[in-house]
């Protein structure tokens, strides 16, 4: 029997102390989270060496919304990492759905990257100074960088806080129950997600212009501006109902789903992108350097829409059999 408590308090239990994998966990966690930190400055340096390079207005709107997400990925990195490393029961929870989420939207990545980069390297700009071999090359290494850093990596996060043992040691050594306990593990993830995607919907209106898709159009200033703070506030009261299992949650979030489904597919289908881009605000440099790479054009982009839609419906079909009863169960992987 190993101890797997704190320092001066012993627990006989049949499992194996894995705090030694927290703690290296934990500190990975930390410098990722201190990584996703320092790409925030980088961002704001990037869009002000796009706009001299193509002789137009620095807008550093432009960036509010992924420096955001960065900023929100970076404390909860940091924020598990230390939980982690004290083997608290939360921390395991946030690293699966972490490690969960970032596994299929990594996978996902490398799938329309590796259409993606080829097309980029045929069509481009510098093209004609590339060879079908340095093509390759090129298109090889940026696919297996994407999926040590897509898919490896969050797998092996995944793999071991799934692990029995590490379960058993923060149960051991955090034996209060939390939040994150009243409600299973895979719904929480979602009510989780929609906090985050609330969050940055309440940025759409000044980074964009409030430019909106809306069933085959777009809307743009007040009115889409309004749509998007009350499609944020729609996800907060979600993200709260679906974590206390209401079943009519789950209805509400099929329901919606679908809708924005069919409103992206249809305005990515009648809309023309370059427009949309227009209308955000994008200079137009910045709009024909994109164009010059032919590579998004409406049905590429229809297509990403409903491949990129088609697992979280998947997942929320999943999610239906926590729905039957209106009672809380505790947390569960």
Same mark, same amino acid.
């Given at each position: 029997?190993?101890?797997?408590?704190?320092?001066?308090?012993? *627990?006989?239990?049949?499992?194996?102390?894995?705090?030694?994998?927290?703690?290296?966990?934990?500190?990975?966690?930390?410098?990722?989270?201190?990584?996703?930190?320092?790409?925030? @400055?980088?961002?704001?340096?990037?869009? &002000?060496?796009?706009?001299?390079?193509?002789?137009?207005?620095?807008? *550093?709107?432009?960036?509010?919304?992924?420096?955001?997400?960065?900023?929100?990925?970076?404390?909860?990195?940091?924020?598990?990492?230390?939980?982690?490393?004290?083997?608290?029961?939360?921390?395991?929870?946030?690293?699966?759905?972490?490690?969960?989420?970032?596994?299929?939207?990594?996978?996902?990545?490398?799938?329309?990257?590796?259409?993606?980069?080829?097309?980029?390297?045929?069509?481009?700009?510098?093209?004609?100074?590339?060879? &079908?071999?340095?093509?390759?090359?090129?298109?090889?290494?940026?696919?297996?960088?994407?999926?040590?850093?897509?898919?490896?990596?969050?797998?092996?996060?995944?793999?071991?806080?799934?692990?029995?043992?590490?379960?058993?040691?923060?149960?051991?050594?955090?034996? +209060?129950?939390?939040?994150?306990?009243?409600?299973? =593990? @895979?719904? =929480?993830? $979602?009510?989780?997600? =929609?906090?985050?995607?609330?969050?940055?919907?309440?940025?759409?209106?000044?980074? !964009?212009?409030?430019? &909106?898709?809306?069933? +085959?159009?777009?809307?743009? +200033?007040?009115?889409?501006?309004?749509?998007?703070?009350?499609?944020?506030?729609?996800?907060? !009261?979600?993200?709260? &109902?679906?974590?206390?299992?209401?079943?009519?949650?789950?209805?509400?979030?099929?329901?919606?789903?679908?809708?924005? +489904?069919?409103?992206?597919?249809?305005?990515?289908?009648?809309?023309?992108?370059?427009?949309? *881009?227009?209308?955000?605000?994008? @200079?137009?440099?910045?709009?024909?350097?994109?164009?010059?790479?032919?590579?998004?054009?409406?049905?590429?982009?229809?297509?990403?829409?409903?491949?990129?839609?088609?697992?979280?419906?998947?997942?929320? $079909?999943?999610?239906?059999?926590?729905?039957?009863?209106?009672?809380?169960?505790?947390?569960?992987?």
């Amino acid at each position: 029997m190993e101890s797997a408590g704190q320092p001066g308090v012993s *627990y006989s239990s049949p499992f194996k102390d894995r705090s030694t994998g927290l703690l290296v966990f934990g500190i990975f966690e930390i410098l990722g989270g201190a990584i996703c930190a320092l790409l925030i @400055p980088l961002l704001f340096f990037g869009q &002000a060496m796009s706009a001299r390079m193509t002789s137009s207005p620095v807008q *550093y709107r432009f960036v509010l919304a992924p420096a955001a997400a960065y900023g929100l990925i970076a404390a909860m990195l940091l924020t598990v990492g230390i939980g982690s490393i004290r083997a608290r029961r939360w921390a395991r929870a946030f690293c699966l759905i972490l490690g969960w989420s970032w596994l299929v939207m990594g996978s996902l990545a490398v799938i329309i990257d590796a259409f993606v980069i080829p097309r980029a390297l045929s069509q481009g700009p510098g093209a004609p100074n590339l060879n &079908a071999s340095a093509r390759l090359i090129i298109t090889l290494f940026v696919i297996a960088f994407m999926v040590v850093l897509f898919v490896l990596i969050p797998l092996a996060l995944v793999l071991f806080y799934r692990r029995q043992d590490v379960r058993s040691t923060c149960e051991a050594r955090d034996p +209060g129950l939390h939040w994150t306990d009243r409600c299973p =593990l @895979p719904v =929480l993830g $979602l009510s989780m997600w =929609l906090v985050f995607a609330g969050a940055f919907l309440v940025l759409m209106p000044a980074a !964009y212009h409030g430019v &909106a898709p809306f069933f +085959g159009t777009l809307i743009s +200033g007040i009115p889409g501006s309004l749509f998007y703070l009350c499609i944020a506030a729609m996800f907060f !009261y979600l993200a709260r &109902a679906l974590y206390r299992l209401e079943p009519a949650s789950w209805w509400l979030t099929l329901v919606l789903m679908l809708l924005f +489904g069919l409103s992206n597919t249809l305005t990515l289908a009648h809309v023309d992108l370059w427009e949309m *881009y227009r209308q955000m605000g994008y @200079p137009e440099a910045q709009i024909k350097q994109l164009q010059s790479y032919n590579i998004f054009d409406n049905n590429v982009m229809v297509a990403f829409s409903a491949l990129g839609f088609l697992p979280p419906l998947a997942y929320l $079909l999943y999610l239906r059999r926590f729905f039957h009863q209106p009672t809380l169960h505790p947390g569960r992987d």
